[in-house]
């Protein structure tokens, strides 16, 4: 008995095109079908033309290295490729592809090459603030201008020697007075307000003016520390958009030290980009190009107040004054 192989259905020329159709039709339709379902987006996600070409290249590779791995298979493959050049299908069919290859190629070539003007279909803008509420305009950081009862109210802690941490460091300067066993819990920051604040507690003689320099130095303190347990990772310990996670973005994290970005806009506009991350912002932001997350979903509103006076410390920046002032 001789054994038979079964031959394919389709031939090798045939199911090459197909693939190649399949593969563009899921790049360039079915890939932005899906993201629309995953995000929940109104608009779907386009794919880039750069990555397309990507796809088609490998694509091709790969079925060129299936085609050619046997003399069969090039053989199977060039069959259809040799009768149809030799008028096997007619020569009407022939004459009329062999007209058309060239006219489609040369069709692409001008739509790819020939000026265009048109309106882009989204318009990224660095600060989008469609959806920004009036009211955020004229916010203030608390935490960058305390009160004359904040400050009092720091004053008599100081005093005590009993000041109030936030959660976040509070473990960390317990285990350093364990080991050093200070005699005033301010002496963990080794700053200038810091110290003239410890020799008048010392001289019973606390002025308003060094208590206040010394509650806005723990309140940068405890933002540096939340920004560090937060953001550091993107925008890096420069705050300059180079953190160790940086290079994984489609866009870089925001370098808060280039004078176009937290410099030329309000604090209310800040703490609003901050508070809806990336996800809340309004359409012309294209907001898949932001990673930042809807930090309001776990960071409290004075917590996030005190990493944004962090941000303006470590860039050495300050934010544009409300036009209304």
């Given at each position: 008995?001789?054994?038979?192989?079964?031959?394919?259905?389709?031939?090798?020329?045939?199911?090459?095109?197909?693939t190649?159709l399949?593969?563009?039709?899921?790049?360039k339709?079915?890939?932005?079908?899906?993201?629309?379902?995953?995000?929940?987006?109104?608009?779907?996600?386009?794919?880039?033309?750069?990555?397309?070409?990507?796809?088609m290249t490998?694509?091709i590779?790969?079925?060129?290295?299936?085609?050619?791995?046997?003399?069969?298979?090039?053989?199977?493959?060039?069959?259809?490729?040799?009768?149809?050049?030799?008028?096997?299908?007619?020569?009407?069919?022939?004459?009329?592809?062999?007209?058309?290859i060239?006219a489609?190629i040369?069709?692409?070539?001008?739509?790819?090459?020939?000026?265009?003007?048109?309106?882009?279909?989204?318009?990224?803008?660095?600060?989008?603030?469609?959806?920004?509420?009036?009211?955020?305009?004229?916010?203030?950081?608390?935490?960058?201008?305390?009160?004359?009862?904040?400050?009092?109210?720091?004053?008599?802690?100081?005093?005590?020697?009993?000041?109030?941490?936030?959660?976040?460091?509070?473990?960390?300067?317990?285990?350093?007075?364990?080991?050093?066993?200070?005699?005033h819990?301010?002496?963990?920051?080794?700053?200038?307000?810091?110290?003239?604040?410890?020799?008048?507690?010392?001289?019973?003689?606390?002025?308003?003016?060094?208590?206040?320099?010394?509650?806005?130095?723990?309140?940068?303190?405890?933002?540096?520390?939340?920004?560090?347990?937060?953001?550091?990772?993107?925008h890096?310990?420069?705050?300059a958009?180079?953190?160790p996670?940086?290079?994984?973005?489609?866009?870089?994290?925001?370098?808060?030290?280039?004078?176009?970005?937290i410099?030329?806009?309000?604090?209310g506009?800040?703490?609003?980009r901050?508070?809806?991350?990336g996800?809340?912002?309004?359409?012309?932001?294209?907001?898949?190009?932001s990673?930042?997350?809807?930090?309001k979903?776990?960071?409290?509103e004075?917590?996030?107040?005190?990493?944004?006076m962090?941000?303006?410390?470590?860039?050495?920046?300050?934010?544009?004054?409300?036009?209304?002032?």
């Open positions: 008995m001789t054994q038979t192989t079964k031959k394919p259905i389709l031939g090798s020329f045939l199911t090459v095109i197909l190649l399949a593969t563009y039709a899921l790049v339709w079915g890939i932005p079908a899906l993201s629309r379902e995953i995000t929940s987006l109104p608009f779907p996600l386009p794919v880039p033309g750069t990555l397309m070409f990507f796809y490998l694509t590779v790969a079925l060129f290295l299936i085609v050619t791995f046997s003399e069969e298979g090039l053989a199977d493959f060039l069959r259809p490729v040799k009768k149809f050049l030799r008028g096997g299908y007619g020569s009407i069919p022939r004459a009329f592809i062999l007209t058309l060239p489609v040369g069709w692409q070539v001008y739509e790819i090459t020939v000026p265009k003007v048109e309106v882009p279909s989204s318009l990224r803008i660095q600060h989008p603030s469609s959806n920004f509420p009036k009211s955020f305009e004229a916010k203030r950081n608390p935490f960058a201008s305390p009160t004359e009862a904040e400050v009092d109210a720091f004053i008599e802690q100081a005093k005590a020697n009993e000041i109030e941490f936030i959660p976040q460091v509070q473990e960390d300067i317990e285990h350093w007075a364990e080991e050093i066993d200070p005699e819990v301010l002496e963990f920051f080794p700053l200038a307000p810091m110290r003239k604040l410890l020799a008048q507690i010392q001289a019973d003689n606390v002025d308003k003016a060094t208590a206040k320099a010394a509650l806005l130095e723990k309140n940068l303190f405890e933002g540096r520390a939340l920004y560090a347990m937060n953001c550091r990772a993107c890096g310990d420069s705050v958009g180079d953190g996670m940086a290079d994984g973005f489609k866009l870089r994290p925001i370098n808060f030290t280039d004078n176009g970005t410099e030329t806009i309000v604090e506009y800040t703490f609003w901050v508070t809806n991350g996800p809340g912002l309004p359409t012309e932001a294209t907001p898949w190009d990673a930042m997350p809807e930090w979903l776990s960071l409290t004075e917590q996030r107040w005190r990493i944004i962090a941000e303006y410390d470590l860039a050495q920046k300050t934010p544009r004054i409300p036009e209304g002032h």
